[in-house]
């Protein structure tokens, strides 16, 4: 583990106003552990535009292919479960972007999954890493100032993975969540609700009961660990209490993936759920 330093990011490249993406080169050479984006956004008007009023889906794009894709609302909100700001900083102006795992009790595990470029003989290099962020039409002007956490080049291996989907249900009930992709180890899934009524989450792989729990003792118990939960979020988390060996593995032993993987949802009324499935994988060609 090499010395953390922080540098100043070269500018954001395309039009700060409405409608348009925006986009940051990372070069190659380094190995990443986080990006800061300090943010400023201005409407018609005197008054300012908080974060996710101005941007919608950011994207991290390796090697041309984006394995990362939310909304910024969702990544600040994931940053506030994972304890990074407290409930009354409502807008900070400060975009945190994390490809270390965050709030873990060993630093091994937390730089476990930080992007590694620049080495030679790396079976599969990183050769362009990008971020682009989609403004909103609200915006008119704005500043965008970022800086990256670095350290000395490494291999890439294992990395975070961040993949949204949506699901919309009409009543309350019992319903299933089956096609989360298999293959790449899952280390969290986020349900963000479009109003709160997920009452338990269990889940079965090949038929075997791996998680299952009511929405206040999942609170409860990560509250008890090292997680902030948040208002319209469940987590499946398998870091909540600060270790980072353990993840939910969705293939076997012997390489082929597991058969079946079901999220049954009790809810109490109908909803919007939109997952943000957290995976730790190696870079795909």
Partial sequence: MALQITRRAKGWDGNIAGDNTV?????IGFTYHQTTVEYAFLQAGPAGLALGDAVGEIRLVANGKPVWNLQAVELDKKNRY??????????????????????????GMEEFTSLGTGISDDETPLTTLTIEMDLKSAVVSGTLKSRHIVSAA?????????????????????FEIDDFP?????????????????TNVRLERDDFVMFDRTDILNS?????????????????????KGNGQDQLLTRNANGTRVNDMRWFMTISGALTITSIVEYMGALEF
Wanted: hydrophobic share 40%; glycine share 10%.
């Fill in 154 to 174: 490494r291999k890439l291996g294992l990395f975070k993975k961040l993949r949204r989907y949506t699901d919309v249900f009409t009543g309350a009930g019992e």
């Fill in 182 to 198: 298999k293959g790449d180890a899952i280390n969290a899934v986020l349900f963000f609700e479009s109003v709160e009524a997920i």
């Fill in 82 to 107: 994972e304890g990074r700001v407290t409930a009354g900083d409502a807008d900070s102006g400060v975009l945190v972007i994390d490809y270390d795992r965050f709030g873990l009790r060993m630093r």
């Fill in 220 to 240: 409860r118990l990560q509250v008890d660990g090292v997680r902030a939960p948040q208002d319209f979020l469940f987590v499946y988390d398998t870091t909540e």
């Fill in 23 to 27: 986009e940051l080169s990372l070069p």
